[in-house]
Structures are given as structure tokens and as C-alpha cells.
């Protein structure tokens, strides 16, 4: 079964910092993607990284993707406090998606 | 029409009701899915229709009865819940059969069994 992880789970930072999360994931797949998710909301898609070396950027946020390594990165530069959120990547392979563990964005002024 | 949709939003139900979750989308996408979601935890996958075919069951409870009626749509039957049971619970769609695989997540409906 494929297993994802997300490092930090919880992550506090001040206004203006910057920060990065990390997803990993235990076996091959090409395609992993980004969501953001406000309390009691839905899922909101963010990236979508196809390819070894892929690279997206949307404002203050910059997602990143190494197939050999199994890891994506999502970067957040100068953060601001809308960027509160929990976010979420997701591995898919065979039309099946699996989900990481998530990472709880404070962003404090 | 990039938007999926679920009604209702709200359900309370009692142990012994039976209900239905609806979601639609007319994106033409041939791939469905819905997921359970508890608080502070990632989505979990309950089941997965492929043109219109179920394809996959992750091991749910019987008191949950999926069905998918044609490629717009998809209902989720409820039948003697257990209060954890209460969750959000997410439709989600994508194309099937080309790439990119995005999902696209419905609004979801918050479910409380009583």
C-alpha cells in the first residue's frame, strides 16, 4: 500500500517568515498534487505536478517535485495570515488518489 | 461547468433512518469517488466508480450502498448508522482514461447521526 507523509503535521509561523513542508511518499508515482483546506470546508486544489523536476508557483506559494526522491515540497514565502490553512498532498497512481496526513498552517501576525 | 455538487449540505439523521448523499458534475468526467472525512484527518477513500462501474470498494461498512445511475451522477444510500459514522463526507471527480488526473472536490455534506 502506498504511504504518504507530511512533516510538520503542525506548523506555527510568524507573518513575513518563510517555511517549507515536505510530503513523502513510499513508491513510484508521477503525479502528486496540492490541496488546501479550510476548517470545515472542502478541499481546494493548488498544484498539480506531473513530472520529475516539476515546479509550480501561485503567489506566496511554491510546490516542487523530485519522483526520484519521492518527495514534494510546498514552500510558503513571506507568509500572510490568509495563508491559515490545512494542506494536504496526494499521490496518485491507477485513478486512485492517497492522501498525506496533513499540515496545520498558523500563520500569526 | 468546472463544479461538482452535493446535496444536502447539513444532514442529522437518527441510528435507524435511511438517507441519500447526491453529487453531480458535468464536467464529463468518467471517474467518481467519495470520501469520508473526520476532523483534522486527511480524506478517506470509501469508493471509486469508473465509467459508471464500481471499481473500487475500500472495505466500507454495508450501511453505506453506493450507486452511480449514469456519468453525472453518484448517491450514496445510508442505512443504520453508528454515530461514528458522523463525518464530512466529499465527492470528488476526475477524467478517466487521459491525464491530468485532478480531482475536483464537491462542497461536501456534514453528516451527524444521533
Known amino acids: 500500500e502506498l504511504k504518504v507523509e507530511q512533516n510538520p503535521l503542525f506548523l506555527s509561523m510568524q507573518e513575513g517568515k518563510n517555511y517549507t513542508i515536505y510530503c513523502n511518499y513510499s513508491?513510484?508515482?508521477?503525479?502528486l498534487y496540492w490541496y488546501r483546506q479550510d476548517p470545515g470546508k472542502s478541499l481546494e486544489s493548488l498544484f498539480v505536478?506531473?513530472?520529475?523536476?516539476a515546479v509550480k508557483q501561485e503567489g506566496r506559494l511554491m510546490a516542487s517535485l523530485d519522483t526520484k526522491a519521492r518527495l514534494s515540497t510546498l514552500h510558503i514565502t513571506a507568509a500572510v495570515h490568509d495563508l491559515s490553512a490545512t494542506y494536504f498532498c496526494?499521490?496518485?497512481?491507477?485513478?486512485?488518489?492517497?492522501f498525506g496526513t496533513g499540515t496545520s498552517l498558523t500563520v500569526i501576525p | 461547468d468546472t463544479e461538482v455538487t452535493q446535496t444536502p449540505k447539513h444532514l442529522v439523521m437518527g441510528m435507524t433512518n435511511k438517507k441519500s448523499l447526491k453529487c453531480e458534475q458535468h464536467m464529463g468526467h468518467r471517474a467518481m469517488y467519495w470520501y469520508k472525512q473526520k476532523a483534522k484527518k486527511p480524506p478517506e477513500l470509501m469508493f471509486v466508480?469508473?465509467?459508471?462501474?464500481?471499481?473500487i470498494n475500500e472495505s466500507v461498512p454495508s450501511r453505506f450502498s453506493p450507486e452511480c445511475p449514469n456519468s453525472s451522477l453518484l448517491n450514496l444510500h445510508l442505512h443504520a448508522l453508528q454515530p461514528e459514522d458522523s463525518a464530512l463526507y466529499l465527492c470528488?471527480?476526475?477524467?478517466?482514461?487521459?491525464?491530468?488526473?485532478?480531482?475536483?472536490f464537491g462542497p461536501g455534506t456534514r453528516l451527524t447521526v444521533t
Open positions: 466508480y469508473s465509467y459508471e462501474k464500481l471499481s
Open positions: 505536478l506531473l513530472s520529475n523536476g
Open positions: 470528488a471527480s476526475s477524467p478517466r482514461g487521459r491525464g491530468p488526473y485532478e480531482q475536483y
Open positions: 513508491t513510484t508515482s508521477d503525479r
Open positions: 496526494a499521490v496518485e497512481t491507477g485513478n486512485q488518489f492517497y
